[in-house]
């Protein structure tokens, strides 16, 4: 059972940087030739957003236009683990930001991803 664990979250005053992390166990990844792992965030009242997205087996990556130049997301191999370094944090960054992951292919819906961690909150003051 794949199960996702994220760290990094905390408040932060605009124009700062956070890293969050999202550290990935029970598959051994090098077995599957597609996995595909993202970032979303939620505000209350709102579905979930997404902001990045990364191939393990490629390394290809993908950004929310709202996200590109700010947010970098990449992955350590030997850790099995995720990054989203985000950078020139806004107030409206402010979010419950989730870890998400698909054997295979996926885009930018929540709906393609199975398997979620349980959250950090962010929270980017003015």
């Known amino acids: 059972q794949v199960q996702l664990v994220e760290s990094g979250g905390g408040l932060v005053q605009a124009g700062g940087s956070l890293r969050l992390s999202c550290a990935v166990s029970?598959?051994?990844?090098?077995?599957?030739?597609?996995?595909?792992m993202a970032w979303f965030r939620q505000v209350p009242g709102k579905e979930r957003e997404f902001v990045a997205g990364i191939s393990w087996n490629t390394g290809s990556t993908s950004y929310a236009d709202s996200m590109k130049g700010r947010f970098t997301i990449s992955r350590d191999n030997a850790e099995k683990t995720v990054y989203l370094q985000m950078n020139s944090l806004k107030p409206e960054d402010t979010a419950v930001h989730y870890c998400a992951a698909r054997f295979g292919f996926a885009g930018r819906s929540q709906y393609e991803y199975r398997y979620w961690g349980q959250g950090t909150q962010v929270t980017v003051s003015s």
């Open positions: 029970g598959v051994t990844l090098s077995t599957y030739s597609a996995f595909t």
